[in-house]
């Protein structure tokens, strides 16, 4: 199993940042290794609305089929499945008393079949993910504040 947890602040209002983040499709431009991320169907973005999110784990492609998940206000939870692994992205966010607002990013990736063999390398590289995130999505959040 690989898990990161990132905690941050961002100079951007809360109800933008809870309209960004509401949207999977948008992980693309602030998930380090995401490559596209495309909604699966119509209609408008709420709970139960996936997403085929391609990505690129030790140069390899990946598909992962994302899920909007149920969560209380202030939180999202997205689900991830693939043949490979299982993953829950959890993010929970805060206004702050400055304007600014408060983000927790929280990924658990549970590994299947062949991935557990890969399952220390595939460790390593979240966590590299996990430290280029933080920059990305504060860059992307910042933008539209």
């Known amino acids: 199993m690989a898990e990161i947890s990132r905690t941050f ?9 809870l309209d960004y983040l509401a949207d999977w499709g948008n992980s693309r431009e602030w998930d380090p290794g995401t ?19 391609v990505l690129r784990l030790l140069g390899r492609r990946v598909t ?26 959890t993010i929970t966010c805060a206004g702050l ?3 600014r607002t408060s983000i927790t990013y929280h990924s658990q990736v549970r590994f299947h079949r062949t991935a557990k063999l890969f399952g220390p390398l595939l460790v390593r590289e979240f966590e ?9 999505l504060t860059t992307a959040l910042e933008k539209r504040a």
């Open 97 to 99: 008393d400055d304007g």
């Open 9 to 17: 602040a961002v100079r951007a209002p809360l109800p933008v940042v």
């Open 35 to 53: 490559i596209s991320c495309v909604q699966i169907g119509d209609g408008p973005v709420e709970v139960g609305t996936e997403w085929r999110n």
């Open 64 to 89: 992962v089929v994302f899920r909007r998940e149920p969560a209380r206000e202030g939180r999202f939870v997205f689900s991830g499945r693939n043949r490979g692994a299982t993953s829950t992205d």
């Open 128 to 136: 590299r993910i996990g430290d280029r995130l933080v920059p990305q």
